[in-house]
């Protein structure tokens, strides 16, 4: 119980009362270090040391790694096959599971009444997201489902059903959207972006692998028709047993409703402005050029 | 029911003011400047910005949805005390070296680190039946387990209301 008031506790204590440590005094715990096994070192002056008898072995003179005595190798007698071809131009989605989300929104790391943005993730510190190595976005995944229970207008970039529907049990609105690297990068860091005086630019709608996926309503995608969002909304609610609040009755109606345009980066904040946060304020252009290339 | 968006950009393109910057006016008539507008959309970059804080989580009642419980308001009368992580969590940790060597270390003790590591052993004698080897760092003031015992220290933890 004679804990010491500085760090050390006990062992400091004692160590105060011993005579000085040195080289003499010191040895580490039996069973620690053991000896090695040296060889050239036995009966006969050690004999061949290990090696063998003559040969290639004793001499010191084997094949490579690999090499089956003229028989054709393992790994060349293998056929190859693709199976990391096109590796890095695969996208690449970091899954985010409902039980973190969960976790985030109970220790107040993000914010659920205003809509959940992949900033507003990486703001938490909920999400790592590293566009330069293929990654495409955020994948909401239903690990979790049945302990979460929050009202949230969330947009991730890739939802399993399962997530869609346990987000909208709660009375929460789900959207995924598409995000081309240079409008990711400026998403997940916006800071960086407003420092180097750039205006902001137009998100680029998705490839031709990805517009059937942001056009399906069952994915809750941006670019999809909202009679066929709401269907797809008491379709899931039926498959998944569950009865689909009515969002329009609720307070937060406004927030909830709150969408991006398919051209918008962030909300608020059209394409073509520039952010001076030095003063505080945002410089839009007023040239038709400009205006027409960055309404369309 | 049909949803009606708020497509925020569309009426953002709307509002153009036709006013001049302060600056133009001395310039030849053609030249064009751009309109410089002040905190009415600021706002929208400030939520953008990521908090240099750690934010202190809100209150719940007993324990939240993802069974993350707060530390109990009154600090418990023992001799010593397990602080919480920077981000309000338990700081049992567990640890897998060498592929097979599988450790639990607690962290952030202040106080009688040995009762600690008594009232340590004795739960886990009760959990397993043998006597859990243990080293304490008096230095660190952290205890190291042999072996997995994160979920069950943890919990172990919340009910002494640490």
């Not at chain 1, 270090?33 to 009966?43: D, P, Q």
Request: aromatic share 8%; net charge positive; with cysteine.
């Amino acid at each position: 119980m004679s804990a010491s008031k500085t760090t050390g506790g006990k062992a400091i204590d004692i160590l105060r009362n011993l005579p000085r440590i040195s080289l003499a005094n010191l040895r580490p715990n039996p069973g620690a270090r053991k000896t090695e096994r040296r060889r050239g070192r036995g009966a006969h002056g050690g004999n061949k040391s290990g090696r063998g008898h003559k040969g290639e072995r004793q001499r010191g003179n084997r094949p490579r790694l690999g090499f089956e005595g003229g028989q054709t190798p393992f790994y060349l007698a293998i056929p190859k096959y693709g199976y990391n071809e096109g590796h890095s131009l695969r996208p690449q989605y970091q899954p985010l599971s409902l039980r973190r989300l969960q976790y985030l929104i109970d220790l107040g790391r993000v914010d659920t009444s205003q809509p959940i943005d992949l900033t507003q993730l990486v703001n938490g510190r909920g999400v790592t997201v590293q566009p330069l190595k293929r990654d495409y976005g955020v994948h909401l995944v239903e690990e979790g489902a049945d302990i979460f229970s929050a009202k949230i207008n969330i947009e991730v970039q890739r939802a399993t059903e399962g997530a869609v529907a346990a987000i909208e049990r709660n009375g929460g609105v789900i959207t995924t959207g598409f995000y081309d690297f240079r409008s990711l990068t400026i998403l997940c860091k916006p800071v960086p972006f407003f420092l180097s005086g750039q205006p902001i630019p137009k998100r680029m709608l998705p490839g031709e692998d990805m517009v059937r996926y942001y056009t399906g309503a069952e994915n809750r995608g941006y670019l999809s028709d909202p009679e066929e969002v709401e269907r797809a909304r008491q379709e899931l609610a039926q498959k998944y047993g569950y009865v689909l609040p009515d969002i329009s009755k609720d307070e937060l109606f406004h927030m909830l409703s709150m969408r991006k345009d398919c051209r918008q980066i962030f909300f608020g904040l059209a394409p073509g402005w520039v952010v001076n946060m030095a003063e505080r304020k945002i410089l839009k252009p007023t040239d038709e050029k400009l205006l027409r290339y960055y309404g369309s | 029911m049909r949803v009606n968006y708020v497509f925020q950009f569309c009426s953002l393109w709307r509002t153009r003011a036709t006013e001049s910057g302060p600056m133009a006016s001395s310039s030849t008539a053609e030249q064009k400047c751009a309109v410089v507008e002040s905190t009415e959309e600021y706002k929208y970059v400030e939520r953008l910005i990521p908090p240099t804080k750690i934010p202190t989580p809100p209150l719940h009642d007993g324990p939240a949805p993802s069974g993350w419980r707060p530390p109990s308001a009154v600090t418990p009368d023992l001799p010593y005390m397990v602080r919480r992580s920077r981000l309000h969590n338990v700081p049992v940790y567990t640890d897998l070296t060498h592929g097979n060597r599988k450790t639990t270390l607690l962290r952030k003790i202040e106080g009688d680190i040995w009762a600690l590591e008594n009232d340590v052993k004795e739960y886990l004698v009760q959990l397993t039946g043998k006597i859990p080897l243990t080293q304490v760092n008096e230095v660190t003031m952290s205890i190291r387990i042999k072996g997995h015992f994160d979920k069950e220290l943890k919990e172990w933890l919340l009910e002494k209301g640490f």
